[in-house]
């Protein structure tokens, strides 16, 4: 891959989003939390932002794609805490607790 | 060369490391030992907390949170439509659709707006 | 960048300004109970109003597009001057567009904008005049189905993500959408967790397509962006796999079908509804589109999703019929059963994507590559009429047949207050009119003959059978699965028949059906007995539909 004036390689970008998705991922297996699920998620989204944006910067003919994808993704991740807290809210309220794997009311 | 770009942010993270240690270190050499219950309290200054830190929130907080999200997050859009029909306004037609075009975007949060106040979630109740 | 024919997606325009006054309108009205604004427009009236003039106008967009896909214009963007097709929108440098309102995505835009008709219908009937947030309720409902139509037309990453997203966000709401009910609320938090972390996977895999093809989001550039090296890498398959998670969740396809029993039983059943078929129409044609306009488009050696779409497929199938028979709750028995529906669709899907075996027949249909701006009138006729037919035919078919399947469920489950499928024993002599109707449905989804059902698998089944003559076995293989598979379902949609028709009912009262019901039910019945009647000119009519897919 080429480097830009920065003198870092684009690998290096990619390496921290790669490791931010597996964390996001891993979270979001381990977490019993919702709200611990929601920070996964979005962790997740984080990383693929930053793909996004390092190739759009880093790419032979670089590109404006890149960044606008990543602002239209930071709006949706935006709405989507804002909806995920008010469902966990509603969760709390009928439950008393957001143990997503506790919460297990229908079974066949 | 990355070696070069990266000097000065490991030369700041040594000093600040070596910087917080010696401080710490000093003081810990040098201060005299005496606590009382009025030093041990959280805030020094006087101020006596009131119960656990660890309470509910009023459920408002949330609401005002999430109204401040969706306009902070409108902002993300406004720079970038802002600095491109500087692009535009060569081609009268463009900057037109492009001015039609935000009228419209502010025009939906601001209905979106007018709901929450409806709703009377911009009261503090 | 050039906008283009904008009437074509003005349905979804218009819904999502009908959604704006409906929200509107109803928090005003809110303040008033008993009278004025809310007295005179009801939002449970006022919402299908808006909604009806809506389909017929997708209706018209459908019809506008069978005539606009056959012309070209000529738009200069920048100093390049391109030729695209007139359906396509938002067209960017090198001719790339962000939406394409062709025949195939009007057409699902039409279902979309029918199934959300019949479950508004549905909805009057299931909640009482006194639910609270009943202007969200709608509203929320509009805003999906106008994102469902945006993703049928969708043919960029970035218009894909947001349309799938406005869908889903919409969804999460609605599951939970009643407060106080602990199932709702658990169907709402698990099917936001479970889509939000699939669509943030999905979303990964679209970034590094994006990377891997040059910095492209529109489906066509990417198509040619994967027939450089990149392509070969590991890093597109990656992409790709990870894309196709986010679309696997939302059309609830085998490992990603998790969800699907909760969420299903445990959202209000008008929601259930809309999410079986208005959102799984709308995620089966992002992934159609995807897959023929930039996977398949020219397909590399590493062939290898292929053949995990295959496997998924029949997993489907089986682990939706197989684990649907021991169901006690009919609800949750219907939720299985949509997967495995899934299935049966997704053997269309396999087979349109060799809809495009050879590059020389797919030169013509590169408008939007520089320099191959050859298209004409007759270009546009590229497909083999069964390739993708059987897929449209059986998408119209599912959305009568499982919408009235869940509108009678709904409907007694108001008067009964229980889904169990044992309370179903005696419907015949409770309510013969649902309970022959329920038995229409449930043979239709069975697939058996004079259905709407049995039209849509013959076609998709037949056009697999077609193609696996051209070297393709596992076609045949997936029909012959497929065959075996509607035997084995026909098991459980029979058992529900046997218990209405044949069990004793425990001497309670007969239902009444409101006229709403009894009038969504009337529709449903029309239209899956009706589709064998017209099946001729629905045949002719859906080639018309496929043959003007564009990427």
């Not at chain 1, 979270?27 to 979005?42: D, K, N, T």
């Not at chain 3, 009912?505 to 239209?527: F, H, K, Q, T, W």
Request: contains cysteine.
């Amino acid at each position: 891959m080429n480097h830009s004036a920065y003198g870092i390689p684009i690998s290096w970008f990619l390496t921290v989003g790669a490791l931010l998705f597996c964390i996001g991922l891993f979270g979001m297996m381990v977490r019993r939390s919702a709200i611990g699920m929601l920070i996964s998620i979005e962790l997740m989204l984080n990383a693929a932002n930053l793909n996004l944006v390092a190739f759009g910067s880093y790419l032979r003919q670089p590109t404006i794609a890149g960044q606008v994808f990543a602002i239209f993704v930071i709006t949706l991740a935006a709405a989507e805490a804002a909806i995920g807290l008010a469902i966990i809210i509603n969760i709390y309220r009928l439950e008393l607790h957001i143990e997503a794997d506790k919460i297990t009311s229908m079974k066949l | 060369m990355l070696a070069k770009d990266f000097l000065a942010v490991g030369v700041f993270i040594i000093v600040g490391i070596v910087f917080v240690a010696v401080t710490l270190i000093a003081s810990y050499l040098f201060r005299p030992y005496n606590p009382s219950g009025e030093k041990l309290r959280t805030y020094e200054c006087g101020e006596i907390p009131l119960g656990p830190a660890w309470l509910q929130f009023r459920v408002g907080y949330y609401v005002y949170a999430l109204i401040f999200l969706i306009f902070d997050v409108e902002a993300a859009f406004i720079f970038p439509w802002a600095a491109a029909l500087l692009g535009f306004s060569r081609t009268k037609t463009l900057a037109v659709l492009g001015i039609i075009d935000m009228v419209i975007f502010v025009g939906v949060l601001a209905l979106g707006l007018v709901y929450a106040w409806k709703k009377g979630v911009l009261e503090w109740k | 960048m050039f906008i283009g024919n904008i009437k074509l997606i003005a349905p979804a325009l218009y819904l999502c300004a009908a959604a704006l006054v409906v929200l509107i309108l109803g928090v005003i009205a809110a303040r008033k109970p008993g009278k004025g604004l809310d007295y005179q427009l009801p939002t449970q009236y006022l919402a299908p109003a808006l909604m009806f003039p809506g389909v017929v106008y997708a209706l018209w967009a459908v019809l506008e597009s069978l005539i606009e896909v056959c012309y070209t214009v000529d738009v200069l963007i920048g100093y390049e001057l391109v030729r695209v097709p007139a359906v396509a929108l938002f067209v960017t440098r090198g001719g790339h567009a962000q939406l394409t309102a062709d025949p195939f995505g009007a057409l699902f835009t039409l279902v979309a904008f029918a199934g959300t008709f019949i479950v508004m219908l549905v909805s009057l009937d299931y909640f009482d005049a006194a639910q609270p947030h009943k202007a969200e309720y709608y509203s929320l409902v509009m805003f999906a189905t106008a994102a469902a139509s945006l993703a049928a037309c969708a043919s960029d990453l970035i218009a894909i993500y947001l349309s799938i997203e406005l869908l889903s966000l919409a969804s999460y709401v609605l599951a939970c959408f009643v407060k106080t009910d602990r199932r709702s609320g658990e169907a709402g938090l698990k099917y936001f967790l479970y889509g939000a972390a699939c669509s943030a996977v999905g979303l990964y895999g679209m970034s590094i397509l994006f990377g891997v093809t040059g910095g492209h989001t529109s489906l066509s550039a990417i198509a040619r962006g994967l027939t450089t090296p990149a392509a070969y890498s590991g890093a597109a398959w990656v992409g790709i796999v990870f894309t196709l998670v986010g679309f696997g969740f939302k059309l609830a396809l085998v490992p990603f079908q998790f969800w699907a029993p909760d969420v299903y039983q445990g959202a209000p059943t008008p929601i259930t509804a809309f999410l079986s078929v208005v959102s799984k129409a709308a995620g089966l044609a992002v992934l159609v589109r995807f897959l023929t306009a930039a996977v398949f488009l020219f397909p590399p050696q590493n062939f290898s999703w292929y053949w995990i779409l295959v496997v998924l497929t029949a997993g489907s199938m089986f682990f939706g019929n197989l684990v649907a028979i021991p169901q006690r709750n009919i609800k949750r028995m219907l939720a299985y059963s949509s997967i495995a529906q899934i299935g049966y669709l997704m053997i269309g899907v396999v087979s349109a994507v060799h809809a495009f075996p050879s590059l020389e027949r797919l030169v013509p249909r590169l408008w939007n590559l520089p320099n191959v701006i050859v298209r004409t009138r007759a270009a546009s006729w590229y497909y083999e009429p069964w390739d993708m037919v059987g897929l449209v035919v059986y998408i119209v078919a599912y959305m009568f047949m499982n919408l009235g399947a869940f509108a009678v469920v709904a409907g007694i489950g108001t008067r009964t207050r229980s889904d169990a499928i044992d309370d179903y024993a005696g419907l015949m002599q409770r309510s013969p009119f649902l309970a022959a109707a329920l038995t229409v449905f449930l043979i239709s989804l069975a697939g058996v003959p004079p259905t709407a059902g049995f039209v849509g698998k013959f076609l998709i089944f037949g056009g697999a059978i077609q193609h696996a003559g051209q070297n393709h076995p596992e076609l045949a293989v997936l029909a012959v699965l497929g065959i075996i598979n509607s035997i084995i379902s026909a098991y459980y949609y029979l058992n529900v028949v046997r218990l209405m028709f044949f069990a004793p009912a425990e001497d309670r009262p007969s239902l009444r059906a409101s006229l709403a019901l009894n009038a969504v039910v009337a529709i449903c019945l029309v239209g899956t007995l009706g589709l064998i009647a017209a099946a001729g000119p629905v045949v002719d009519f859906a080639s018309l539909v496929v043959s003007g897919f564009l990427d």
